[in-house]
């Protein structure tokens, strides 16, 4: 969702133009680098917006030619559709930087943005659905819903620490702020998507594979963050004589 040198241990998207070259130019003697093809961005973007577009027509075909897309139950299913979408663009917002560190291709470095954007939207379009469908604009019963039922609780927490992730994934954004403050932050995408994945796990009522996966998924790729924390923390310490 985008940050200087230290923001690539950290999982946080790029800053500038100077650090992506900073980052080629360190790693070009330990890989080949790879020159992707300038398509290749915007077919990501188109190609993550074909879940957003097999909605709108299976939304509108289930409402005015009464077909059965989303099954018998199609604002829940939409919910879920939307929500599993959100959770995947998080892992793969998340997976750029162990992909960065395994391969040391810096190209990839705005990707994370790619992923983080098209998972916030997602979860923006998760969200109204709830709204407008399934408590129909009624502001009092989203606040019921909110206090008493601990899942949508914990995945408006979720949407709302995103938000601001979101509205800051400019390189503008990264100047303002500073790299410091940008990267803690970005750094919340981590708890945004416990609290995703822990919404999908309460939801469900009996079948928790998905959420189950998700789980595995984010548990390794924040567990590679700690790892790699940890080891820049104890190169740092001076040597005991």
Known sequence: M????????????????DTRTAEKARHRSNARVIKPPRWLKATTIAAGLLPLAYLIYAFASDYYLHT?????????????????WNLRFLALCLAITPAIRLTRQGWLIPYRRIFG???FLYISCH??????????????????????RKYITLGMIGFLLLVPLALTSTKASIRRLGAKR???L??????AAVLGTTHFW?????????PLIFAV?????LGYRVLIARDARGKRQPVSR
């Not at 970005?186 to 708890?191: F, G, N, S």
């Not at 998924?217 to 790729?221: E, M, P, R």
């Open 217 to 221: 998924i984010f548990t390794v790729l």
């Open 117 to 119: 954007l098209l998972a």
């Open 2 to 17: 985008a940050a200087p040198q230290t923001g690539l241990a950290r999982g946080a998207p790029p800053d500038t133009e």
């Open 202 to 210: 309460m939801s469900v009522k009996r079948d928790i594979t998905d």
């Open 182 to 184: 940008w990267n803690a």
């Open 127 to 148: 969200l109204t659905i709830y709204f407008v469908l399934d408590v129909e604009l009624q502001w009092g019963d989203l606040v019921a819903d909110v206090i008493k």
């Open 68 to 84: 059965r897309h989303f099954g018998s139950n199609p604002i829940k299913a939409m919910e879920h559709y939307t929500g599993d």
């Open 186 to 191: 970005h750094r919340t995408v981590y708890v």
